[in-house]
């Protein structure tokens, strides 16, 4: 157990930098009671990813929390004693969906098979900047031809889903893999083709999945493209060389994600490297200590995550199955925590 003058010492320390995020929605302080599945939380997992993130963390409130992190405290304690479990958002419930790295076979130059590009950021085009959209980029060949192209793979859905993970590895034929990951988009809001989908009578809610998706592009081309027209987004991509293969692919925080227990969420709510208990219900339930790496262009709201799954087909098959209701909790320092109550 942490002796008492260290705790006092961290939360004096704690005290200086207490800065609300700039958040109008609702602000409920929780008991760590009041977490279903807590106690039996693998809190030491947790604490691993968690400080793995603190060089990235954002606010002086962190450092000191980071520095006891990494000096050997019992992981249930640290969370306990220096972090209130802060529910942020209305009574609605939370919505989770599931995401992962997607393994590719494609070629680093164009033949009959792979013949649908991943493309690097135009260099006219400045971050934040709303640029063509999907449709007109495709349509009218606006990046066919000028050297942006990283590499090639077989279907155009697969570039599509590409860039809904924002990340993946293109599998050459000499079984090497070219890692790729997000480098900017061109500036459109997300609009989800499964909700079209169902829009147009295709199919109903709880039949689609992105393998369903997948399928069915495949078997109507003609539609299919005007269906992946729908979302305006285009993302592009930066060879990603020096993440080891056995790691996760780099999130929001420029660090490696951990399958399990990294989440992208909106970061107009949630910290980046914050601890967050979620509890999410459906077909495979889980309650679980997360820690907030990513964001995402369609995780929007307090009460939005999305659960990285890992790397490959298999870790894919479950992530497309994840849209389930449940509650997210942030973990925040404690004087943060009543900073953002008050108002502070």
Request: with cysteine; net charge neutral.
């Amino acid at each position: 157990m942490i002796r008492g003058l260290r705790i006092a010492v961290l939360l004096a320390a704690l005290g200086a930098g207490t800065a609300g995020m700039a958040t109008a929605a609702p602000i409920e302080i929780l008991d760590f009671s009041d977490l279903r599945g807590w106690e039996d939380a693998d809190h030491a997992a947790a604490l691993s990813v968690f400080t793995r993130s603190c060089g990235a963390m954002d606010g002086p409130e962190w450092a000191p929390l980071c520095q006891l992190a990494k000096d050997g405290v019992q992981a249930r304690d640290f969370f306990e004693l220096f972090f209130r479990p802060v529910r942020i958002g209305g009574p609605e419930p939370a919505l989770f969906t599931g995401y992962f790295e997607p393994e590719l076979q494609g070629a680093l130059e164009p033949d009959s098979t792979f013949r649908y590009p991943i493309y690097r950021k135009p260099p006219e085009l400045d971050a934040g900047e709303k640029w063509h959209s999907r449709a007109e980029i495709e349509n009218r060949d606006l990046l066919r031809g000028r050297g942006l192209e990283i590499a090639w793979v077989a279907n155009p859905v697969d570039v599509f889903f590409l860039q809904i993970q924002g990340s993946g590895r293109v599998r050459l034929r000499d079984g090497s893999a070219l890692r790729v990951g997000y480098a900017g988009a061109n500036g459109h809001e997300y609009r989800s083709i499964g909700e079209e989908l169902v829009r147009r009578g295709v199919y109903d809610g709880h039949q689609v999945s992105a393998q369903v998706i997948r399928n069915w592009v495949r078997r109507n081309p003609e539609k299919g493209r005007d269906l992946l027209h729908h979302n305006p987004s285009f993302v592009f991509f930066r060879e990603i060389g020096h993440v080891p293969a056995d790691q996760g692919p780099l999130g929001a925080m420029n660090l490696s994600l951990t399958a399990g227990r990294s989440i992208a969420v909106d970061p107009e709510f949630v910290p980046l490297g914050a601890p967050v208990w979620i509890e999410k219900g459906g077909r495979t339930p889980m309650r679980r200590l997360m820690v907030a790496q990513d964001t995402g262009s369609a995780i929007k709201g307090p009460q939005r995550a999305d659960i990285f799954f890992g790397t490959g087909a298999a870790a894919g098959r479950r992530a497309g199955h994840v849209r389930d209701a449940g509650r997210m909790v942030v973990l925040l320092p404690i004087e943060r925590a009543f900073a953002m109550l008050t108002g502070g």
